[in-house]
T-cell receptor
Framework: EAGVAQSPRYKIIEKRQSVAFWCNPI?????LYWYQQILGQGPKLLIQ????????DSQLPKDRFSAERLKGVDSTLKIQPAKLEDSAVYLC????????????????FGPGTRLTVL | AQSVTQLGSHVSVSEGALVLLRCNYS??????LFWYVQYPNQGLQLLLK??????LVKGINGFEAEFKKSETSFHLTKPSAHMSDAAEYFC?????????FGAGTRLTVKP
């Protein structure tokens, strides 16, 4: 089966510009996650969708970050305006079932988008 | 809330030697624990997971990990390192909704 697809793979922008990332999860996966991975750190969850609803966005900087999954399939993460500290790899992951407490569903990760903000 | 601490940001072993990557967790509820591997310019791939069944968990590529509640540990081991094992390894814990990852351990395998 096809894995999680992300585009673009690399993006370089200047601070205060806007950028958008796209993710297509594995077919049939209900839950979609966006993570931010800063160099030298582990991934940090930004937002989690189940179908087209938001389950958890507590760590999403909502003044500049937004995400949507309108039809419950693919998703877009946007940063507007970008700051230097947003330089990171943005990982998308998906899992088959529910995302509630105690879920042990395996998360499948895409290759990520490496963002550099100059 | 839950968290993990990975002891050692870099580990270097010789090919054929034992691999031991350390992970300690903190969780207010019974945890589920995971080890992921990340190769350069790729996403994370699940190695194994502990879901409260057997405390010794076997994963892919010859890796295994043992859940020790008394030590709040979930260390990853492999009896004999291969050059292809060189990568970044992440321990993660899931208590409530979200997964919390450690900072990672970079494994280098010397010929």
């Amino acid at each position: 089966e096809a894995g999680v697809a992300q585009s673009p793979r690399y993006k370089i922008i200047e601070k205060r510009q806007s950028v958008a990332f796209w993710c297509n999860p594995i077919s049939g996966h209900a839950t979609l996650y966006w993570y931010q991975q800063i160099l030298g750190q582990g991934p940090k969850l930004l937002i989690q969708f189940q179908n087209n609803g938001v389950v958890d966005d507590s760590q999403l900087p909502k003044d500049r970050f937004s995400a949507e999954r309108l039809k419950g399939v693919d998703s877009t993460l946007k940063i507007q305006p970008a700051k230097l500290e947003d330089s990171a790899v943005y990982l998308c992951a998906s899992s088959l079932g529910t995302s509630g407490r105690g879920s042990t569903d395996t998360q499948y990760f895409g290759p990520g988008t490496r963002l550099t903000v100059l | 809330a839950q968290s993990v601490t990975q002891l050692g940001s870099h580990v270097s072993v010789s090919e054929g030697a034992l691999v031991l990557l350390r992970c300690n967790y903190s969780s207010s509820v019974p945890p589920y624990l995971f080890w992921y591997v990340q190769y350069p310019n790729q996403g994370l791939q699940l190695l194994l997971k502990y879901t409260s069944a057997a405390t010794l968990v076997k994963g892919i590529n010859g890796f295994e990990a043992e859940f020790k509640k008394s030590e709040t540990s979930f260390h990853l081991t492999k009896p004999s390192a291969h050059m292809s094992d060189a990568a970044e390894y992440f321990c993660a814990v899931r208590g409530n909704n979200d997964m919390r990852f450690g900072a990672g351990t970079r494994l280098t395998v010397k010929p």
